[in-house]
């Protein structure tokens, strides 16, 4: 009788980490690093898989660490820590355009003998190690003690996302406001983060 009410709680978990890294990623330098891979090669399938196995794997690291530290600290600093570092992200949104290094397009005619895949793979994980979704992703398995639902649900944002990239970048980028979107991301940080502050300090 109690598996009904832990699937639903990790449904809601794998839900709300899937908003929160879509919403932040759309406007991410991972898709011009991807619009740049998809546009090198021309092999959108190669470059799909290496960009999503980079994340699969990067994540993957995120949660575990996330899931050590929701049994290893205690449930209120876990809730403050988090909801800090999403206010931070939030804020930093406001006010960084992050964008792809300018020497990505040299590094990548010098990295094409490798193939699409290991490229892609490559250029993804450079691009997203301690960045910003991964420390997120960290944040989101500790507060919720759900690594798998956040695993399940910031690799089925970042997938979708990858596709979209990859397959309909050119056409995206000219009809949404990066800039705006951006911001949008940085609201939903804030909200989230403030949300697990007051959880916190509700905590007997």
């Known amino acids: 009788m109690t598996a ?12 709300s980490t899937f908003l929160i890294i879509f919403v932040n990623e759309l406007a991410d330098k991972s898709r011009v690093v991807g619009l740049l891979l ?21 994540e993957g690291l995120a949660v575990l660490a996330g899931g050590w530290v929701s049994v290893a600290a205690p449930q209120r600093l876990v809730l403050m820590g988090a909801g800090a570092l999403f206010l931070g992200f939030g804020g930093a949104s406001f006010y960084w355009a992050e964008e792809a290094a300018d020497g990505a397009r040299d590094w990548l005619e010098k990295a ?8 892609s793979f490559a250029a993804t994980a450079a691009a997203e190690m301690g960045d910003r979704t991964q420390l ?29 990239t990859v397959f309909l970048g050119d056409w995206l980028s000219q009809r949404i406001d990066a800039v705006k979107l951006q911001k949008a991301g940085g609201a939903v940080f804030v909200v989230a983060g403030a949300a697990l502050v007051i959880r916190g300090f509700r905590l007997p």
Request: hydrophobic letters at 60%; aromatic letters at 12%; charged letters at 10%.
């Open 4 to 15: 009904g009410p832990e699937a639903a709680a990790a449904t809601t978990v794998a839900a």
């Open 38 to 58: 998809a546009g090198a090669f021309r092999a959108r399938w190669p470059v799909f898989w290496g960009m999503t196995l980079a994340y699969v794997v990067l």
């Open 112 to 119: 094409k003998r490798w193939g699409p895949f290991a490229v």
């Open 136 to 164: 997120a992703c960290v944040a989101l398995a500790a507060e919720s003690g759900s690594p798998w639902a956040v695993y399940l649900g910031s690799v089925a944002a970042l997938g979708l996302l990858n596709l979209a």
